[in-house]
Structures are given as structure tokens and as C-alpha cells.
């Protein structure tokens, strides 16, 4: 999302041409392969091996029919004995393809924890190359009218205009009843966390393994949070990195997000990020950029696209800079800068994406619905709420009270208002404190927890996330005993927005040896986020808590840092 990384831009130049290429490449098409209940191997995406499996689409329901779950994986590069199984990835969404992960990080991934795993990204049900695909729109271009290319209409600044909540609502119900009327098939209330953690459990059965392996970012710590609710005893190793607070993923009417979860509130303008002169000035100077371009808008031209550069944009730009600061703060502030002058190119190109143009000759099937996708899973795994639009500014002005970026989660709220295929059976969490359960309270969803997992979680925060305040991930150590909290001390979105090879290094000793580092361990990040001009780079990796794996991490560290890019930047440029 936001956790909606699916939107994320990142300030980067970035040779997407290579990657896009290595992907065209191949011969290899998912609509040729076969679903089945066990893992058939089809070499794909140069050196990757692919699969469809077969699941059920209802789990409770054998005659609603099947689902397939498209999977590659990285394979193992070791002897028999030495096989340990796979490692399921998520990196967030919800709605990303983690096909498309791991076909960009998979080796990198491997060189860091260790080639005795398989490294498997998965399309969820409902994503991508899975069947089948969440779609609310007939066509191409129908898609890229309501949902264009860039985030501004989708996901604009809440009070742009005074009506930009109700236009949201208006939009959120047409988008819901679009959902009910085209649910060909009766499958969209199946697309839904619970039932993705129980595919995690088949998918890794299917490998021949009873307890799952996993490492989920953003809102994969969702999913991983989920699982480990559901089949505490199926524990192998869970990796919840960049996590989201299960009471403010699963809001309901009567328990708002809270407050802790927006503890990151003002680290957007937390000026140390933005050098000097003084962080006062610095706030100041970006105080003035929102009220200069809230009263003039600045036209963009360029060779490829044109567009508007107004307050959403600005604030879009800005947040969208805090999730891999280390990749994009100089850029942004060089965009800042210049839009201080007049220039609003900069800004603009950072974030340009193509126009759309209808690929009427493809042969690929229709597998770009992030949105969709992302809206079906989120708003199918809320409590049914039927918001107001006078709901909706209340619940919007309170949480503007905590946070300057409260847009993205106002958003996100809104956008369920209209959704209206719920399923009664999903999984509402496990009521394990007896304090709660004594209060009656157990009608409310949650908490998500479990007093005994079979094997502890390893739960990894930012201590600046935009979006996954650390605060999520300190209640959801508290909601998993035993579990270990470990903190990257830096700003940016999961430990992909703030590589550090100390991490690395308590990663790899989790999965190797089931080692959790000591509670309460703290890691720097690697980079620099302005660093000196005549290095010129933030690339550099300044190690620290080396050990006898150094040579791996260090590199799997600078592989998977330009690996994340790539994968962002291919998003960018297929966004929607
Ligand atoms: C697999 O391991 C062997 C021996 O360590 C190595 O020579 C080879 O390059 C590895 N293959 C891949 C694809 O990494
Ligand atoms: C605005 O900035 C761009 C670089 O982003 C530059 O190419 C262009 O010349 C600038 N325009 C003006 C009028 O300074
Ligand atoms: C689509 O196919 C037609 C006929 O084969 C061809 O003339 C046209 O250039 C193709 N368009 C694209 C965008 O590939
Ligand atoms: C919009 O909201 C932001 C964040 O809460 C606030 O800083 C800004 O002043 C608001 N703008 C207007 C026009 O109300
Ligand atoms: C907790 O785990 C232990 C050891 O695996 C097991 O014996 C016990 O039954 C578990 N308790 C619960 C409540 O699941
Ligand atoms: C795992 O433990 C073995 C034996 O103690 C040790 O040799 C190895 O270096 C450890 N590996 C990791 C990654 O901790
Ligand atoms: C920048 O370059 C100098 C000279 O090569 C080097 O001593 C210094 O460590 C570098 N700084 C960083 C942050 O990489």
C-alpha cells in the first residue's frame, strides 16, 4: 500500500530497458502452462523455474471450483542434503506480483540468505498471472480512463478541493457496484488474505515442506501477520518486515486507526532529511512550495508526456521520495529547488509515466490489475462499512489532526466505502487475551496474534516508515510471544527502502540457523542520504556488523538495492 507500493515512483534515473527486455526474452507465456495440484517445473524468466497450482477457491466450499497460484522460484543451488525448502516472498501491495519480484530479486535474495533455499515469489490469488484475475473493466482503455496511468486521480490530496472526499466517495461506489456486476464467475469475495495464507500453506506443501518459510515487507507483513494467526503450529520462519498494525489493516466503524500508527506524522517534514541550512528553514521552504502551487499550478511539457504539476502532485511527489529516501532525496531535492525558481520539469519527469496506448496486438493476457487487485484484497478483508460522506470528512479531518500525510490512509478508507462483496466466513483473528474476551469484545476483528507460534517471527521496523510506523511493528511483536523486534535505524518504507547489511546478516542467520538476533537489536542502514557531491553516488555500501558472511551480503546487498529499483521502476512504468 500504499502499503499501495504498487504506486510508488521512485526519484531515481533508472535504465528500465534492460530488465523489460530480459522479460520480453523469453518464450516462456503463463497461459501455456497447466495448472495442477503439485509443482510441475517450467524453466522461465532466464534461469527461474515456473508453476501454476491448482487451489481451491473457496476453502470451504469444494464445488465454488479452483484458483491457480502462478509461482517462480529461484531455485536452490545445492546438494540434496543440504535442500532447505522454499522461501515464499511478498513485497506488498496488496496486488503486486511477486512473480515479477522474484524474477528481479531472486538471486539477490539467495546470495544474501543462502543457496540452499528455494527463492519463491508468488502472484496471491486474484494477482497478476493468477487466475482468476481480479478485472472491473472490460478493456484497456476503459481501465485507463477511470484509472489513468499517474496516481493523481486515483489517489489525489484530500482536501485539494473542498470536495475532493465526496468526489472520492462518488467514485469508491461506482467502483464497488462495478465489482458486484462484472464478478463473472462469483470469485472477488475469495480474493482475501486469509484465503492467500492458507494458498502459503498448500504452496509450500506442495514443495514437500509442513511449515512455512516466508518474508513479507509492507503489507506482506499482513499476509505473514495473517498466516501466523491462522496455523500458529505451521511456523518454519516468518519475516514481517514494514508492518502494519492488524487493528488499523482491519479497521471498523467503531475502532478507528489509531493514533499510534501515525506516529511517523511530520517525519515527511522532518527537514534532517533534507540537509541543511536549518530544518526549520527547510520545513518553512516546503510550507511555502504547498501554498504557492495550491494558489498556481505549474503546466509541464516534455518530449514524451505533459501534465499538470498542483498540490497533489507535490504532496504525491513528496510522500512517494520518503519510501526509498536513499534512492530519491537528492533527486527531490533538486526537484524542490528548482520548483522554488519556477521550474516544475524536474518534479514532473521524476514521475512521468508514458500516456497509455492500447496494445491491441497482445497476446498476453490481461494480467496488469495492481489496482484491482490491490481494492478487491483490501477492501474484501475490511469489516463491511457503508461510510457517509459526512463519515468520511470526520474520519478525515481526525486523522489529518495526527498526520500530514493522512491522505493515503483517508484514501484507502474511502475507496472501501462503496465495496460490497464481503464474505461472512473470513478469518476475524483469534481473540487470545483474556482481558478482551472477558469485556465482551470479541465481536470486534482481532486482535490478529497467537500466544504460540511453532517457531518465533522476526518482526522488522523503520524507525521513520511513512507508511508502516514502527509502532506496528512493536504491537505486533506484542502479539506473537516470543517474537523479536529489530529496528533499522533510518528512515524509508520496509528494509527494501533503507538497505542495511547488519540486517542482512541477522536474515541470514534466521533462516540458516533459526538464530533470532538479541530483542530490541538495532541496525544502521548502509547509505548516505545526501552524500558528498564529489562522490556522487549513495551507492557506496559502508557495511557494519560484518561477520563471516561478509562477501555474501555485501554483494546480494548491492545486487538486490539496483534489483528493488528495477522492480519499482518496471511498476512505474506498467502502473496500472
Ligand atoms: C551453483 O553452485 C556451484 C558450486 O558452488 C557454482 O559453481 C555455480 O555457479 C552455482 N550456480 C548458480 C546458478 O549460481
Ligand atoms: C527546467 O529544468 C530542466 C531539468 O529538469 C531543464 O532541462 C530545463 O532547461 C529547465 N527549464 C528552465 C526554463 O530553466
Ligand atoms: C498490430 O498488427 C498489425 C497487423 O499485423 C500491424 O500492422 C501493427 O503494426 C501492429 N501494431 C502494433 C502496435 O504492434
Ligand atoms: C491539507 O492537509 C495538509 C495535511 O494535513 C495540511 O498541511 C494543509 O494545510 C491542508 N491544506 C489545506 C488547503 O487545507
Ligand atoms: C505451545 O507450544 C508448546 C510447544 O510446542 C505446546 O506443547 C503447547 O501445546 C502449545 N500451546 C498452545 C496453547 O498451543
Ligand atoms: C549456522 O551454524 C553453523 C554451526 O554452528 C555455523 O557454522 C554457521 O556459520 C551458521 N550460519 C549462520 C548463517 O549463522
Ligand atoms: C568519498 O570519497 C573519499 C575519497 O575517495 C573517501 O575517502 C570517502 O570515504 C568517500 N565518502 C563516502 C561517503 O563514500
Excluded at 504532496?315 to 519556477?342: C, E, I, T, W
Aim: glycine share 8%; charged share 15%.
Amino acid at each position: 500500500m500504499v502499503l499501495f507500493t504498487g504506486y510508488m515512483k521512485i526519484f531515481a534515473v533508472i535504465a528500465v530497458v534492460s530488465s523489460l527486455q530480459a522479460l520480453a526474452d523469453t518464450d516462456f507465456q503463463w497461459n501455456k502452462l497447466e495448472a495442477s495440484d503439485k509443482l510441475v517445473w517450467t524453466p522461465c524468466y532466464s534461469g527461474l523455474q515456473c508453476s501454476l497450482l491448482q487451489v481451491p477457491l473457496d476453502y470451504s466450499s469444494a464445488s465454488a471450483g479452483t484458483a491457480s497460484i502462478a509461482i517462480a522460484r529461484y531455485p536452490a543451488n545445492c546438494t540434496k542434503s543440504a535442500y532447505r525448502g522454499p522461501i515464499l516472498l511478498n513485497d506488498g501491495g496488496p496486488g503486486g506480483s511477486g512473480v515479477d519480484y522474484v524474477v528481479e530479486v531472486g538471486a539477490s535474495i539467495a546470495t544474501i540468505i543462502g543457496e540452499q533455499f528455494d527463492i519463491v515469489g508468488f502472484d496471491p490469488r486474484g494477482v497478476s498471472y493468477s487466475t482468476p484475475t481480479v478485472s472491473f473493466f472490460r478493456t484497456a482503455a476503459e481501465r485507463a480512463l477511470w484509472i489513468p496511468p499517474t496516481s493523481d486521480i486515483v489517489f489525489p490530496a484530500l482536501n485539494q478541493t473542498a470536495d475532493a472526499v465526496a468526489q472520492q466517495w462518488a467514485r469508491a461506489q461506482i467502483l464497488g457496484q462495478l465489482a458486484v456486476s462484472r464478478n463473472d464467475g462469483n470469485y472477488i469475495q475469495h480474493i482475501t488474505t486469509d484465503n492467500t495464507a492458507r494458498d502459503m500453506l498448500r504452496i509450500t506443501q506442495a514443495f514437500g515442506f509442513e511449515k512455512v518459510q516466508y518474508w513479507g515487507v509492507s503489507y506482506g507483513s499482513v499476509l505473514g501477520s495473517t498466516f501466523a494467526a491462522m496455523f500458529p503450529d505451521k511456523v518454519g520462519r516468518i519475516v514481517v518486515d514494514g508492518v502494519m498494525p492488524m487493528d488499523t489493516w482491519r479497521p471498523t466503524p467503531t475502532k478507528p486507526y489509531k493514533r499510534s500508527s501515525m506516529a511517523a506524522r511530520r517525519r515527511d517534514r522532518r527537514p534532517v532529511h533534507l540537509a541543511p541550512p536549518s530544518s526549520i528553514e527547510v520545513a518553512a521552504n516546503l510550507d511555502a512550495l504547498f501554498a504557492a502551487i495550491e494558489i498556481q499550478p505549474v503546466p509541464v511539457i516534455t518530449p514524451v508526456s505533459y501534465g499538470v504539476v498542483d498540490y497533489t502532485f507535490l504532496r504525491n511527489s513528496v510522500f512517494h521520495a520518503l519510501y526509498s529516501p536513499y534512492d530519491s532525496f537528492v533527486a527531490l531535492a533538486q526537484g524542490l529547488a528548482d520548483l522554488a525558481k519556477g521550474n516544475a520539469t524536474t518534479l514532473y519527469t521524476a514521475e512521468e509515466v508514458p500516456p497509455f496506448e492500447c496494445n491491441c496486438n497482445s497476446t498476453t493476457p490481461f494480467h496488469e490489475n495492481g489496482y484491482e487487485a490491490l481494492v478487491a484484497i483490501s477492501c474484501g478483508d475490511m469489516a463491511v462499512e457503508s461510510d457517509t460522506v459526512s463519515q468520511l470528512q470526520a474520519y478525515y479531518a481526525s486523522i489529518q489532526a495526527i498526520s500530514s500525510i493522512a491522505d493515503m490512509y483517508g484514501n484507502w478508507r474511502v475507496v472501501c466505502s462503496g465495496w460490497k462483496l464481503h464474505r461472512e466466513d473470513s478469518f476475524k483473528g483469534i481473540t487470545f487475551t483474556p482481558f478482551l474476551a472477558s469485556c465482551k469484545l470479541t465481536h470486534l476483528l482481532g486482535p490478529f496474534g497467537a500466544p504460540n507460534t511453532s517457531f518465533p517471527l522476526l518482526v522488522v521496523g523503520n524507525t521513520a516508515d511513512p507508511v508502516t510506523p514502527i509502532a506496528g511493528a512493536k504491537s505486533t511483536v506484542d502479539a506473537f510471544p516470543g517474537s523479536v523486534l529489530l529496528t533499522i535505524d533510518a528512515p524509508g518504507h520496509t528494509s527494501l527502502g533503507a538497505p542495511s547489511t547488519c540486517f542482512y546478516g541477522y536474515l541470514r542467520q534466521y533462516f540458516q540457523n533459526g538464530t533470532l538476533p538479541p530483542q530490541s537489536t538495532i541496525c544502521q542502514p548502509d547509505g548516505v542520504l545526501f552524500p558528498p557531491p564529489a562522490n556522487g553516488t549513495t551507492e557506496d555500501v559502508a557495511p557494519r556488523g560484518l561477520n563471516a558472511w561478509e562477501p555474501e551480503l555485501i554483494e546480494g546487498s548491492r545486487t538486490l538495492r539496483k534489483a528493488v529499483r528495477r522492480s519499482m521502476a518496471r511498476r512505474l512504468n506498467h502502473a496500472v
